[in-house]
């Protein structure tokens, strides 16, 4: 028999079971659970609440450090796109602070390649691109089977006009799954 709920209705069943877990043991494992769901629910106030009482409880636990770089990096990207004004300051300033995170986060797990990966996507939205491409290629060296690693080194290289850099990546992120690499190398 196949169950006729939607995904949003399996979603919120599964944040009130978290939920009563965590009335019975404020479990960091389960925040940190808790804190991904939301975050893909778009409900990053409450995705960086969760990690926030983990790093108050646990400061040297770098998937906490890692995510909240990234729920920071989503909140500048939707700070990006609302009206003119501070959004600028704001989505700067948020990013900066992913920055620090992802970096807190490389502190503790230093070959972790998402963590690199994480950090030189922070820096190339930060417009630094040399230091965006050195983290893609530590995260490659860390873990060549990660396809955004060589797809996001391959368009900074194609923004700087190296084609001859970014056909080998795109070629190799497509081959490692991420198909739109293809679509990118057609052009």
């Known amino acids: 028999?196949?169950?006729?709920?939607?995904?949003?209705?399996?979603?919120?069943?599964l944040l009130v079971e978290i939920g009563k877990r965590l009335e019975k043991d404020a479990n960091c494992d389960l925040l940190l659970v808790r804190s991904v769901v939301l975050r893909d629910m778009y409900n990053y106030p409450a995705a960086l609440a969760d990690v926030e009482q983990i790093l108050r409880t646990d400061t040297a636990n770098s998937l906490a450090c890692w995510q909240r770089a990234t729920l920071l990096m989503d909140m500048a990207q939707a700070t990006s796109h609302q009206a003119e004004g501070q959004k600028n300051e704001a989505s700067a300033m948020q990013l900066e602070l992913a920055l620090r995170d992802a970096e807190?986060?490389?502190?503790?797990?230093?070959q972790n390649a998402y963590a690199l990966y994480n950090r030189g996507c922070v820096l190339a939205r930060l417009g630094r691109t040399q230091a965006a491409i050195d983290d893609f290629t530590r995260a490659i060296a860390a873990d060549g089977r990660l396809p955004e690693a060589y797809y996001n080194r391959a368009v900074l290289y194609m923004r700087a006009g190296d084609y001859k850099k970014a056909i080998p990546d795109l070629s190799r992120a497509g081959e490692l799954g991420l198909y739109r690499a293809y679509n990118l190398l057609k052009q």
């Open 1 to 13: 028999r196949r169950d006729a709920r939607t995904d949003d209705e399996k979603t919120g069943d």
């Open 104 to 110: 807190r986060a490389l502190a503790l797990a230093p």
